[in-house]
């Protein structure tokens, strides 16, 4: 008997002891292995193996079973390691004789997939998470099956050094790391990959940042960035981590956002220099924050380095310029730009809407690339002031006599449309055809008059054609009746000199090209556009739209034909013969918006009677509506049922606190008069909530506290106020005296009111902030600040109200007047919510100031019930002057508040109405509103009520106390 | 040494030469009549938009036009109101001479005997016990009752009581009791139209035609504003300025920078975005 036949059978006896089947699957396997191991080799393996059935028959047997299997991929001497690992991971618990059962049997799928060190790296990281959670070690396992597919040979090394990390740090997100991580990676430059994860290792190691976390944000940064330059940033990163890891995280994680507004890597890379000057200078927090854009420093470096202007970084300007040019209705709608050149999302919209791109990186400059926004902005509100919409069917223009009648001949009969220009268009069988030319005639017109009312902008406005001539398609590409159009749009970009057109059709172009030109005198209107447009759409109708390539002869540059005002005909052509292409006119320019023909503006509706008035002559209906009452049922039999749906949920939230109910006429306009006791309000402490938010804030805006502080303690000295003329006093005023002595003398029946005191006037200032708390506040300020709260997703319009709050109450405060804070929101007359975070006669204190955080939108806008509550708490308050400021983002709102949901002339009337019953017991009203489509409301609800509209909602904080200040100085 | 300066009384001050006023609409008939009618005016409108430069022409144009029995015509008396304004500074007093008094009548009682044009200017700001005094002068009665001297003036027939009052930018602390607005008919002024302006602008400043019109069109933009930033709109006043400084030789960016974006406002954003809308106009 051989030696190692004498190792075998002296373990097979006591294995079989154990289990019988367990000695039958020793003596397998150890024939195979027999052969390969040598016999001190042979004998550990016989020693693991009685060790492992003595834990564990099971462990044991799968262990057995795979030996022979794995063999091939290990050397001899690794038949011990791979053995001493599984049974690491084999402690007393059935789980963990699960887990190392389960290692053994999958490690022959793992060692054909993965190198032999990774597989012992693996079970390391194994052993490692089984100290804190065997099920978290086996999840690990199962997923480390799928590695080999997704995370390469190289990476794989650097990967798991990571994942032990995790396992000892964090080992709650090992699972994660190992699901989720070769995914991300796969997004990273492959040469990367490994040099990422190492820099992730350092950084955690040195930070005990959580190493999954900061994977992820790395890889959805480094996603926002071209593959070929992933390598260089983290090589920048790695540099950096040597000196400061937290900074180089940062500066990785903000990599992808601070990349799209650079223009190259070298910008990045003076990025990064400038803050490294910070972080010698200022330390590792200031640095930080410039890395997270978090600071004005920053923000400034960046726009420095970047030719390319941000909308949000001039928002502000851009919003007012935008208003100065067109007037109050001026919205700008940022959007982007889809695959075919279009911007994505138009609008059909009420207000005069000017569409912007997020960025603008047309020049290589900021001012040009800000001029290059100025003139987009001026022309589109051009359109309205130029009168492009003033266009009324049938009229003639300066120049060109109205057509209307004559082609209205050779159509069918009636010609409709809901506009006069929608009614001009009908008259064009190919429509496309005919928008697409009225918008370049009318936008030449336009950019001639923009040129006019704008001298300082022509420049810009010159360099913006010329951009977008370049940017224009190539005319041979074209079918050739669109490379006419193209060639008549390049024209109105005022840029002839890029016009191409064969030789031998010469004529007509040219004099197409006089009759666009009718539009460049500076009084032509946009009748002379229209008529225009009909001239060029009948010549364009005879161009068949056949490939370009069809036309023979060279292409040549083309120059206008003189026709006096569009009198000549147009010569005959001999157009090519061929199969046409489909049409489409050659889309404008994007800086010119969309010129969109749809716009109905009621100005330009035919001469019927507009949709809005129409309805007001409509006989009255019933006041109560059925189904609004209907709806008001079924809320009150969930209040009284208690359903379990959530609005019932809510009412049980609601039960536990106390809830005082009040009851408020409404005001029907309809009717002439009020709805007696209409609305039910329920009053009641808004929920309690710690300090956190409330210093934070006062953390956030600290300068800002400090300086609106200043400004309202210089309004303070009033307190201290001389108070004149008086019968009795502290002092004698020395004029008034004199005067009483010479009236004396004169016999003058003497005033004797010459003395004066310095008073402890109160400031007898009462005011009671009422907040919009509706569901619509829920809305995020269009991810204007995208690093403001990385913890709380953008800010919403609520969060912008609460900061204003904090602020306004840190003037009140300085100053001293009198001020209770309400939140008002509910759904339907029955349930209007008034939340109470400060009484107008409560200290301010901890509960009040930790109720401000718990501020959520709810639901709707019943704002007259509310004015109506917070009317009485005023009148109740003995000041001399009440103010009663309301802050909403929009027009008041409700179920039932108006006939149907979308009609808001009744919620606005009753809101209205509550007003001025304030204003009638001297209550001094002042409304904002955030919403930037508010005036128009405003203005009606407020007709001699102070209101102001804050476009940039972000400066709410700062507007705000200002508001205050001015009204009730 | 020679006197630099003239002195007159009060009463003396009458306007000789024609002011310059460029009607806007139908105000001077207005006026006219209402001062043929003895019913006293407000005027309403926001600040520099020409109500003190439009009672001075009337003033002067009633005493050309109507020709008054008095020869020198209708002087024009006009009064600065504020907060310490007394019955007394309106009214009149004694003043101590030697061991003797001696009564000197205040602005508005030398308004009432010669029957001069008097202008309260911003009269808000005066206090409502002081804005009671001219009660009864402006009704029917148009009597000024003068307590010290327990003596009641009746107004010459030329006295027009006139004020001025700017309904925007004063504080919620302030308004007109209801008695002393409805003894008042208003014209309300506001800003000329661009044309108008325009006109206005070239012929007070004397700066060249084509900035005057940029200047009104600048102003028309920036009034915009008002609402959404601005509290209140650009005067004609500061266009005025505006041209004057042109006229004077600096360039028109400059003098719309400081004769406006800076002098509306101190917001920095609001700044900005005038200062775009100048550079859209006059830039280069
Ligand atoms: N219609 C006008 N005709 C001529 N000049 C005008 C006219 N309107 C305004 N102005 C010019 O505007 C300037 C300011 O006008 P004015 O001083 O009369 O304003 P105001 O309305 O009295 O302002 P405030 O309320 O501030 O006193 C005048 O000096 C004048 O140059
Ligand atoms: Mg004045």
Redo the contacts with the bound molecule.
């Keep these: 008997m051989t030696g190692k036949q004498q190792l075998i059978e002296r373990s097979t006896a006591p294995l079989g002891e154990i289990q019988a089947l367990l000695a039958e699957q020793f003596i397998d396997a150890a024939h195979v292995l027999a052969p390969n191991l040598d016999d001190s080799q042979l004998g550990q393996w016989c020693d693991h193996c009685m060790d492992l059935a003595s834990r564990s028959p099971r462990v044991a047997s799968a262990f057995m079973l795979a030996a022979p299997q794995v063999l091939p991929y290990l050397e001899a001497d690794q038949l011990a390691s791979w053995a001493d690992r599984g049974s690491r991971l084999c402690g007393g618990s059935w789980k963990s004789i699960g887990l190392a059962a389960s290692f053994y049997e999958g490690s022959t799928r793992l060692f054909a997939l993965l190198p032999t060190e990774a597989v012992f790296q693996l079970a390391d990281i194994l052993r490692e998470l089984s100290l804190h959670s065997i099920e978290t070690a086996a999840r690990c396992l199962t997923q480390a099956s799928t590695l080999r597919n997704k995370v390469p040979q190289e990476v794989l090394t650097a990967f798991l050094d990571l994942g032990m990390l995790v396992a000892r740090n964090s080992w709650i997100h090992a699972t994660l790391l190992f699901e989720k991580g070769p995914t991300q990676l796969a997004g990273i430059a492959a040469n990367t990959r490994s040099p990422l994860l190492v820099l992730i290792h350092r950084i955690c190691t040195d930070t005990r940042e959580q190493p999954h976390g900061l994977l992820t944000d790395l890889c959805d940064s480094l996603a926002e960035i071209d593959t070929p330059e992933h390598h260089k940033l983290v090589d920048l990163a790695g540099q950096l981590a040597l000196k400061n890891p937290t900074v180089a995280a940062e500066f990785l994680r903000s990599a992808g956002v601070v990349r799209k507004r650079l223009s190259d890597l070298q910008s990045m890379t003076l990025w990064l220099e400038s803050g490294l000057a910070l972080l010698e200078v200022h330390g590792d927090k200031t640095t930080q924050a410039y890395f997270r854009i978090d600071s004005a420093y920053a923000e400034e470096i960046l726009s420095a380095l970047s030719g390319s202007v941000q909308f949000e970084s001039v928002a502000g300007v851009l919003q007012l310029y935008g208003k100065a040019l067109g007037g109050d209705d001026v919205r700008l709608h940022i959007t982007g730009v889809n695959d075919h050149g279009r911007y994505s999302q138009v609008q059909v919209d009420e207000g005069e809407v000017v569409y912007l791109p997020p960025a603008m990186d047309d020049f290589g400059d900021r001012r040009a690339n800000l001029q290059a926004y100025k003139v987009s902005v001026a022309h589109q509100t051009g359109r309205f002031t130029f009168g492009s919409f003033e266009y009324r069917y049938g009229d003639h223009g300066h120049y060109l006599k109205s057509s209307t009648l004559l082609r209205e001949k050779s159509l069918p009969a009636g010609i409709t449309g809901a506009s006069n220009l929608q009614r001009f268009l009908a008259l064009f069988p190919e429509r496309l055809l005919m928008e697409g030319l009225l918008a370049l005639v009318e936008d030449a017109r336009v950019e001639v008059c923009l040129v006019e009312e704008y001298p300082g902008l022509s420049r810009s406005l010159r360099r913006v054609q010329r951009h977008a001539v370049e940017q224009r398609p190539e005319l041979q590409t074209l079918g050739l009746r669109q490379a006419f159009i193209e060639n008549l749009l390049r024209a109105s970009l005022a840029c002839p000199e890029a016009i191409r057109w064969p030789r031998c059709y010469m004529a007509t172009l040219a004099h197409a090209l006089g009759i666009l030109g009718i539009v460049r005198n500076s009084d032509a209107t946009v009748h002379d556009s229209v008529e225009a447009a009909a001239l060029l759409y009948d010549i364009s109708e005879t161009i068949p739209n056949v490939p370009s390539r069809l036309a023979e002869g060279i292409w040549i540059p083309g120059q206008a034909a003189d026709i006096p005002y569009g009198s000549s005909l147009p010569p005959v052509e001999n157009w090519p013969d061929g199969i046409e292409m489909p049409f489409e006119p050659p889309p404008g320019p994007l800086f010119r918006g969309e010129f969109n023909a749809e716009t109905v503006r009621s100005s330009t509706s035919p001469d019927v009677g507009r949709a809005g008035e129409s309805s007001l002559d409509a006989p009255l209906e019933s006041v109560e509506e059925p189904e609004e009452e209907a709806d008001m049922e079924a809320i009150e039999a969930g209040l009284d049922a208690g359903g379990t749906d959530t609005e019932a949920d809510e009412v049980a939230e609601e039960e536990s606190t106390i809830v005082e109910w009040c009851y408020y006429d409404e005001w029907d306009f309809r009717a002439n008069d009020y709805r007696k006791g209409w609305c039910r309000l329920g009053q009641r402490p808004a929920n309690p909530g710690d300090l956190d938010y409330y210093d934070q804030t006062l953390h956030r805006y600290h300068n800002l506290v400090a300086e609106t502080r200043y400004q309202f303690e210089l309004l303070r000295p009033e307190v201290h106020r001389k108070l004149k003329r008086l019968e009795d006093g502290h002092e004698i005023d020395l004029d008034q005296a004199i005067e009483f002595q010479i009236d004396k003398k004169a016999g003058a029946g003497p005033s004797a009111r010459f003395y004066s005191r310095r008073d402890k006037v109160e400031r007898s200032v009462a005011v009671a902030l009422l907040l919009d708390m509706s569901g619509s506040t829920d809305e995020a300020l269009d991810a204007r600040e995208p690093f403001r709260d990385a913890v709380n997703g953008p800010a919403r319009i609520i969060d912008v109200e609460k900061e204003a709050t904090v602020l306004m109450i840190e003037a009140l405060e300085a100053i001293g007047d009198a001020y209770g804070v309400y939140g008002f929101s509910g759904y339907g007359r029955n349930n209007v919510e008034f939340h109470v975070i400060k009484e107008l006669d409560e200290k301010l204190d901890d509960v009040t100031k930790g109720r401000i955080g718990q501020i959520e939108p709810r639901r709707s806008t019943r704002m007259g019930a509310a004015i109506r509550h917070a009317r009485a708490k005023l009148i109740d308050y003995p000041a001399k002057v009440r103010i009663l400021m309301l802050v909403s983002d929009g027009r008041p709102q409700d179920l039932g508040y108006g006939r149907e949901a979308s009609e808001r002339e009744y919620a606005i009337r009753d809101t209205r109405q509550a007003l001025i019953e304030g204003k009638v017991d001297g209550i001094v009203p002042f409304l904002i509103t955030v919403d930037a489509q508010g005036h128009e409301y405003l203005r009606e609800m407020c007709q001699d009520i102070s209101y102001e509209v804050i476009a940039d909602i972000s400066s709410l904080p700062r507007r705000l106390p200002a508001i205050y200040a001015d009204a009730a100085r | 040494m020679q006197q630099q300066f003239r002195r007159m009384e009060i009463e003396e001050f009458r306007i000789m030469e024609e002011p310059?006023?460029?009607?806007?609409a139908d105000e001077v008939a207005l006026f006219e009549s209402a001062y043929r009618q003895h019913i006293p005016v407000l005027l309403k409108?926001?600040?520099?938009?020409?109500?003190?430069?439009?009672v001075e022409y009337m003033s002067w144009r009633l005493h050309r036009h109507i020709g008054n029995r008095d020869e020198e015509g209708v002087p024009l008396i006009t009064v600065a109101c504020h907060e310490d304004l007394t019955a007394s500074d309106l009214v009149g007093r004694y003043l101590l001479e030697g061991e003797e008094t001696r009564w000197i009548d205040g602005p508005i009682t030398r308004a009432v005997k010669v029957g001069a044009i008097c202008y309260l200017?911003?009269v808000v700001e005066a206090r409502k016990d002081t804005t009671v005094l001219i009660h009864p002068l402006a009704d029917h009665r148009r009597m000024l009752p003068i307590e010290k001297r327990g003596e009641l003036l009746e107004a010459a027939d030329g006295f027009l009581l006139v004020m001025?009052f700017?309904p925007g930018y004063q504080s919620v602390l302030k308004d007109f009791k209801h008695s002393t607005r409805q003894r008042f008919i208003a014209l309300e002024?506001y800003y000329?139209s661009r044309d108008?302006e325009a006109e206005?602008v070239q012929?007070?400043s004397g700066c060249p035609a084509p900035i005057a019109r940029d200047l009104a069109k600048l102003a028309e933009k920036v009034r915009h504003l008002k609402a959404h930033g601005l509290s209140e709109g650009v005067?004609?006043?500061l266009l005025?300025y505006a041209g004057k400084l042109v006229a004077d030789g600096i360039t028109p960016l400059r003098a719309c920078e400081t004769a406006i974006v800076w002098a509306l406002t101190d917001d920095k954003e609001v700044q900005g975005a005038m200062h775009e809308v100048v550079d859209s106009i006059f830039g280069e």
């Design positions: 310059y006023y460029l009607p806007i409108g926001p600040t520099g938009c020409g109500k003190t430069r439009f200017d911003e001025s700017n002024f000329p108008q206005i012929n007070e005067s004609t006043r005025v």
